[in-house]
């Protein structure tokens, strides 16, 4: 039996928005449908950030220590951090994951050694803040960064997340459009979405073990 050899479907933001309408019972017919829209689809991104539904966006990134110096500003992307060790002459040493309380609570944070915890300041522009301060600046540390899934902008731009979470994201689109412009749909519309997002929040959890572990080559000590 012949197939098609082909593994490369993938929908563009206007077809998302144009399958989302029509499990609505509605077509797209203004600018405007497309603008509310696609506002719905960055917000459905932000709803999944919330709920944990992105471990395909996690980046291992590096900071540079600089001694004396206890606050890194990070990239603007950065939803959270999973997991942080700092490298000193080729071995690694794993870092514990302070509260705000606990941070706020540490008496003297000017004292100096090697980094041992660390809190991250969940602001605009995320901060972490580590303790003791970095007493020199050779050591750099290792984090595993949970970042924003990229935006909905361009309408004939793909969307940023693996095919097994296709279907996910355009039953979340129905229903949050629904929401707006089909009132009588809306519980159909958000019992498939829920169905859909469990069966895309297990994936997800199952391959994050695999997906959060660090991949160095060198020795750890907690």
Request: net charge negative; hydrophobic share 40%.
């Amino acid at each position: 039996m012949a197939t098609s050899g082909s593994k490369d479907f993938e929908l563009d933001v206007a077809e998302y928005v144009e399958e989302a309408f029509e499990r609505c019972g509605l077509e797209v017919r203004t600018g405007y449908d497309l603008k509310s829209a696609k506002r719905s689809l960055n917000l459905l991104l932000a709803d999944w950030a919330n709920r944990g539904l992105n471990q395909w966006t996690i980046k291992q990134r590096t900071v540079a220590m600089v001694a004396g110096t206890g606050n890194y500003a990070l990239g603007s992307d950065v939803i959270d951090i999973l997991s942080v060790v700092v490298q000193r002459n080729g071995t690694d040493y794993s870092l514990l994951r302070m509260s705000r309380d606990g941070f706020l609570t540490i008496p003297s944070k000017t004292t100096q050694g090697r980094v041992n915890q660390f809190f991250l300041d969940r602001q605009v522009t995320p901060n972490l803040k580590l303790w003791p301060v970095p007493d020199n600046s050779t050591d750099v540390v290792y984090y595993e960064a949970l970042t924003r899934i990229d935006d909905a902008d361009i309408y004939t731009n793909t969307m940023d997340l693996p095919f097994r979470f296709y279907p996910c994201l355009a039953a979340g689109l129905a229903y949050y459009i629904a929401l707006k412009r089909a009132p009588n749909r809306v519980q159909l519309l958000k019992g498939l979405y829920e169905e859909e997002f469990e069966r895309a929040a297990t994936e997800d959890r199952d391959r994050a073990s695999f997906n959060v572990a660090p991949n160095f080559n060198y020795s750890r000590i907690g």
